[in-house]
């Protein structure tokens, strides 16, 4: 089976398998979504994903290994990842 996800940098076989569960199947997908839109999907799907996903979705973004995002980059997406989206009340 050609995987566009699993020919992403840091993204393997069993990230690509979560990443299908929650509807992203491909790169134009996963850039829709972002790596904290992704990785909050596969966490409230119930996948006992650590914070490497995050980093590893956001590298494969970048087409950088996950481990040269730097620390501030890492902070951010944290931050993104702690705080609630606001939602408009019209």
């Not at 950088?64 to 993104?80: C, M, R, S, V």
């Amino acid at each position: 089976m050609n995987d566009e996800l699993q020919h992403m940098k840091n993204l393997g076989k069993t990230s690509a398998q979560w990443l299908h569960a929650v509807g992203i199947h491909s790169a134009n997908d996963l850039r829709r979504l972002g790596a904290v839109g992704a990785y909050k999907a596969v966490r409230a799907r119930g996948f006992r994903a650590s914070k490497v996903l995050l980093y590893a979705i956001e590298g494969a973004l970048l087409d950088i290994h996950w481990n040269d995002l730097p620390p501030g980059h890492k902070a951010e997406l944290n931050h993104q990842l702690d705080t609630p989206v606001a939602h408009n009340k019209s």
